[in-house]
Nanobody, 122 residues
Framework: QVQLVESGGGLVQAGGSLRLSCVVSGRTFDKTAMAWFRQAPGKEREFVAA????????FHAESMKGRFTISRDNAKNTVYLQMSSLNVEDTAVYYC???????????????WGQGTQVTVSS
C-alpha cells in the first residue's frame, strides 16, 4: 500500500521560512515523480512544484519561483519543499503527490498525502 506522510507545517510569521517533508512508502521512490500542491480555503487545489525521479528536472509555479524550492533525497524516500519569504497568501493545506511522470497537472499523480497545514500570520 502506497503511503505519503507530510510533516513540517505550522504557524509562521510573514517573511519567515518553513521546510515541508514528505516520506513515501510502498512504491519505488527513485522511479517516482513527486510534486507539491496546495489548497487554500474556498479555492481550487493548485500546483506548487514538481521534481523528476532523478531530481534533475524541477518545476515551480511562477508565483513561487525564487521563494519555494523542491528537492528530494532518494536514499531517504523523501521529498522536501523549502519555503521562504512566506506571506499571508501562502496559507493553505500543502499536499505531496506521487506519480509516474513529472507534471504540473493534478491528474498525473495517483497517490496523495493527507496534507499539512501552513498558516502565515501578518
Amino acid at each position: 500500500q502506497v503511503q505519503l506522510v507530510e510533516s513540517g507545517g505550522g504557524l509562521v510569521q510573514a517573511g519567515g521560512s518553513l521546510r515541508l517533508s514528505c516520506v513515501v512508502s510502498g512504491r519505488t521512490f527513485d522511479k517516482t515523480a513527486m510534486a507539491w500542491f496546495r489548497q487554500a480555503p474556498g479555492k481550487e487545489r493548485e500546483f506548487v512544484a514538481a521534481i523528476s525521479w532523478s531530481g534533475s528536472n524541477t518545476f515551480h509555479a511562477e508565483s513561487m519561483k525564487g521563494r519555494f524550492t523542491i528537492s528530494r533525497d532518494n536514499a531517504k524516500n523523501t521529498v522536501y519543499l523549502q519555503m521562504s519569504s512566506l506571506n499571508v497568501e501562502d496559507t493553505a493545506v500543502y499536499y505531496c503527490a506521487a506519480g509516474d511522470l513529472v507534471s504540473r497537472s493534478r491528474g498525473s499523480y495517483n497517490n496523495w498525502g493527507q496534507g499539512t497545514q501552513v498558516t502565515v500570520s501578518s
